[in-house]
C-alpha cells in the first residue's frame, strides 16, 4: 500500500461498499413497527411433525413477522398464521429464526408474497 492510503481506499469500489449492501439484504436491519394482538400458528418442519400454538404479535417489517411462542419451532419450518387480532388476514411463510427468552421463543416469520395470477 502506498503512503497516505487507506486500507478501504486499497479496495475495489464493490468490495469498499460491501456493508452497505448486507445491511439492505439483512431483514433484521429493516425498520420495524410495533404490532399488537395474537393468533394460532400451524408450523410444520417437513419431516412429517406439526404443532399447533398460540403466537403473541410483536413486530412487523416490509418482509415478516417477529412473534412469542411457547414452544420451540425449527428454523426452516413452514407456517400457516390465522390471526384473532392484530392483523387482517391469514398469512403463511418461513420460519427463520427461533430466539430463547425466559419460559417462550422469538420466531421470526418470513411471510411469503402472493403472486399474481
Known amino acids: 500500500m502506498g ?3 487507506s486500507a478501504a481506499a486499497a ?3 464493490f ?3 460491501a456493508e452497505e449492501r448486507i445491511a439492505r439484504l439483512d431483514r433484521r436491519r429493516r425498520e420495524r413497527s410495533t404490532l399488537t394482538g395474537e393468533g394460532i400458528a400451524v408450523f410444520s418442519d417437513g419431516e412429517g ?3 399447533i400454538a398460540k403466537v403473541v404479535f410483536r413486530d412487523v417489517s416490509g418482509l415478516g413477522l417477529g412473534v412469542w411462542c411457547g414452544v420451540e419451532i425449527k428454523p426452516g419450518s413452514r407456517f ?3 390471526p384473532d387480532s ?3 388476514r391469514a398469512h403463511s ?3 427463520s429464526r427461533c430466539t430463547p427468552e425466559g419460559d417462550r421463543f422469538i420466531l ?3 411471510v411469503a408474497q402472493a403472486k399474481a395470477a
Open 49 to 51: 411433525y406439526a404443532k
Open 11 to 13: 479496495l475495489p469500489d
Open 108 to 110: 421470526g416469520l418470513v
Open 80 to 82: 400457516t398464521l390465522r
Open 15 to 17: 468490495a469498499a461498499k
Open 93 to 95: 411463510g418461513v420460519v
Open 3 to 5: 503512503k497516505g492510503k
Open 86 to 88: 392484530g392483523l387482517k
